[in-house]
């Protein structure tokens, strides 16, 4: 086993990853948070499938086939093992009860060369498949183990301790350190080159209550080297007044509430109406599958629909792929925040345990997530996802004036969910399913706002002033959904739908006449789109078999609230995560063509992902096409959002759109 050159917790006073916040604002060690997996989840009573999440205990067999092959030198550290999803051709292949191929992939990183490694380990031969060293300079995600280490390293650097003394700092553990992907700018000292890097940012938490995002420490840069713990760089570019305000949204802070809300009861006294068997869910006609992976957290496998009798497929598997945070400071010190959570951090490694009545209302059916710690051993937590039955307003009513017959049917939704902290910000992604067919992809957008100093009696340009001195930076959080879509089955087209007014003319005598315009998009270039409200955009995924009257079977793709990225086209992160410049591609089915920004965004150049897959303009009409939607929240700070952050929620729906032969949920019985 590789050696733990790091405890787990207590790493550091205040961990990026380490710690907690839970009750009344008390930090905690992670052990509440992270269990050992030896406490945790009990034996799924179903046969296993192919697509299940890899079990702690399948984890640890890929670290000890790896050790015992004697491939892990003494500085391993083990980033990611997660399933290696079984080809869809071989997966289309596997009856039930046939024997699983389970295959493990696993990233590693010698800290010792700097090289990172992919192996996949056979799990059924306990061999390894393969062990490749991947080119110099690629750079797999960060983990908390190696930010722990880069805060002391910091913390204990004389050039810091200065330029805390310059701000009236004596005690260098008040200091919070947020490590923070380094980017890739192009301009990067030749001693930084090929190195694995961290530009972390600084807060003053001067009571383990206060919050440190009150309190950025403003003109601080810095470099670390992640495997030598060298700190590269300390620059003071000179120091602002710290804000003097504390920020506090714990309880105790808080201090006085309003009066508490009369109870709300959400009962289900003859329980739930979804049923699971190990990861498959079934409600309501909608049959899926829950996945998780350390990188996209919350997946889906095989969503279908049972419609009279017949599993009709919808979508093959689906997830939130990747995801950017641009800031728009361009001063020194925060140009070069653009964090790409998912693919940087790996967003499904820091999801929250949940907990019932707070997270979620109702009777909550919980799925555990395993992941791999640095050293190669299994680390569940707890009730990772939420699985739930919410109610949803109604879904259709008519009153009859004349006959005064009446109908109303009320809506639910079955929602599986997982919130996950990266650093300051919260990101809770849900999938709803409707009775109607529809599903639903939202993210809310909470916890605390990046912030920075802003001298006194000044206005900042690039940002809102939310609290006296303190500014939340304007940024944006665009998202990328990778929808493998196989609407009745894996031959689809994608078809672009605009809504235009014709010209006054023979054809539109009367100046009001509109249609609907369906376009095809038939090659990766030509399905290269962006959103436009102003012809109500929306696309569909059609397959030739026809409904009953004759009209290809589709799903619409709506998109909710959505806005360009706006940094210029050659700037660092828009060449890095080339798959902003549009909303919606669309490429042919590969199994290795899975993260809309390539492999391994961290302190990648550019160019990887989507662009570089859609070059080739492969055809993409009635194809096994996979969509990538890209929405995004632009994020201008409110006073409001200070200092933790009302829910702002975005996303898109996936609507039937002649798939069935008429509204699908005329069959619900009226409400007692
Ligand atoms: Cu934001």
Redo the contacts with the bound molecule.
Sequence with gaps: MAERDEPQSGVSRRGFFEFALVGAGVAVALPVVVQRAASAQPAAAAPPHPLDPLTADEIEAASNVLDKAGLLGPGFRFISTSLLEPAKSDLAAWKPGQPLARKALVVLLDRQSGLAFEAVVDLNAAAVAEFVALPAGVQPALDGVECGACERAIRSSAKFREALARRGIQDASLVVIDCWSAGHYGNEPAGHKGRRLTRPLFFLQPTDEANAYARPLAGLVAVVDLNTSEVLEIRDLGPLPIPPEDGRWDQLGVGRFREALKPLQIVQPQGVSFTVSGQEVRWQNWRFRIGFCPREGLVLHTVGYEDAGRLRPIVHRASICEMV?PYGDPSEEHYRQNAFDIGELLMGTLANSLAAGCDCLGTIRYFDAVIVDSSGDALTIKNAICLHEEDAGILWKHTDLRTQQAEVRRARRLSVSYIATAGN?DYAFYWHFYQDGSLACEVK?TGI?STMAVAKGQQPQFGTLVAPQLAGPF?Q?LFCARLDMDVDGIANTVQEVNTVSLPRGPENPHGNAFRAEITPLTTEHQARRTVNSGSARFWRVVNRNPNRLGQPVGYRLLPGENCPLFVQPDAAVARRAGFLSHQLWVTPYRDDERYAAGEYPNQHPGGDGLPKWTAANRGVENADVVLWYVFA?N?V?RVEDWPV?PVSSLGFTLRPDGFFDRNPALDLPPPE
Excluded: D, I, N
């Design positions: 945070v910000y957008l706002m940024h959080h929240h994020h700070p952050m």
